[in-house]
């Protein structure tokens, strides 16, 4: 596909990181959560006047075309309510858009991932996320099931901070309890050690990764429940399909050593990780803007539907 140079641009906002793309290649992208407190907290915006600080220098960065109108074209999780959905699109004003248009997830990620969206054989796109794990059936252009879950990677560090501080009395800090879960994942048996302070002192422990794999995996539990839940009420001609294909995962979970076999054995079928499954999202949106720009479909769309021309 030739991508068309339009003003207009992609936003992802992700609970770890926000991603801003269009006017040239590639995205860019901030964390999410600066310290001065948070911005997005499960896959929403908490704080719409932090997230157009945020945005609002991206915006400049990216803009190569000039004129009056900037267009914006936002991803949210599939189960976004209609006051979250509202401050999505006021922190994309606030930071000099002029209109806003939000497409769910999911259906940007397997864009951006080159599944063939268009195609009346149903595929299944999960996307473990910071905040959410969002699963949705696609087909003939459009999400025609899906199931969020507000759990994801933030929880599973979350689960290491707490083993840390029960296990060796060390508390650390979430990019050390992230180093973690990035080196260990789901593997029982690899020696790491955990670093931060005891009594404030600086210090360092090794944990058994069995003991913290028994902690992790109620969480983990959490982020397939929405897959399986999807699986089971589906009918059987879409089912059949989905196996056919088989899942795409999405998402920065879906680096998370093991996770891919997880949702293999959780469904029977067979699992692959997209190619750069943090950028898919983005790309995907990115992807979309000049369909959205030519057709001019902005309107069309609203903010409401959530389905895309093929
Ligand atoms: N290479 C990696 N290996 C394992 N985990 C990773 C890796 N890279 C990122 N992660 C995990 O993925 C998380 C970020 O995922 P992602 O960027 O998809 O979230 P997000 O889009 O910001 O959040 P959400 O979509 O839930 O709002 C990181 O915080 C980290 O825990
Ligand atoms: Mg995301």
């Given at each position: 596909m030739t991508l068309l140079r339009t003003p207009d641009l992609a936003v992802d906002l992700g609970t770890a990181r926000i991603r801003v793309a269009g006017g040239r290649a590639g995205f860019c992208e901030r964390p999410?959560?600066?310290?001065?407190?948070?911005?997005?907290e499960r896959g929403v915006v908490v704080d719409a006047s932090a997230a157009s600080r945020i945005l609002h220098p991206m915006f400049k960065e990216r803009r190569r075309l000039g004129g009056t109108k900037m267009r914006v074209l936002a991803c949210a999780p599939t189960d976004v309510s209609p006051l979250e959905r509202n401050l999505v699109r006021s922190c994309i004003l606030e930071a000099g858009a002029t209109s806003v248009i939000i497409v769910p997830e999911p259906l940007a990620a397997a864009v951006g991932s080159h599944v063939?969206?268009?195609?009346r054989y149903s595929k299944l796109m999960v996307d473990f996320g910071d905040g959410v794990t969002d699963c949705a059936v696609i087909s003939d252009g459009r999400i025609t099931a899906s199931v969020a879950e507000r759990t994801g990677c933030a929880d599973l560090r979350r689960v290491i901070q707490r083993f840390a501080a029960d296990a060796t009395g060390i508390v650390i800090s979430d990019s050390e309890a992230d180093r973690i879960l990035r080196s260990?994942?789901?593997?029982?048996?690899k020696p790491v050690m955990v670093e931060g302070t005891s009594r404030g002192q600086r210090s360092s422990a090794p944990i058994r990764p069995a003991n913290l794999y028994a902690e992790l995996w109620p969480v983990m539990g959490l982020m397939l429940r929405p897959v399986k839940t999807l699986l089971e009420n589906l009918d059987a001609g879409k089912g059949a399909e989905v196996i056919e294909d088989g899942i795409f995962l999405t998402g920065?979970?879906?680096?998370?050593?093991?996770m891919r076999e997880a949702v293999a054995a959780a469904t029977g079928i067979e699992t692959r990780v997209v190619k750069d499954p943090l950028g898919a999202v983005i790309r995907g949106a990115c992807r979309m803007l000049p369909f959205a720009s030519c057709l001019n479909l902005w309107k069309m769309w609203g903010t409401h539907q959530r389905t895309l021309p093929v």
């Open positions: 999410a959560n600066p310290a001065t407190g948070a911005t997005m063939d969206i268009g195609s260990l994942g789901t593997d029982r048996e920065g979970g879906a680096l998370i050593h093991g």
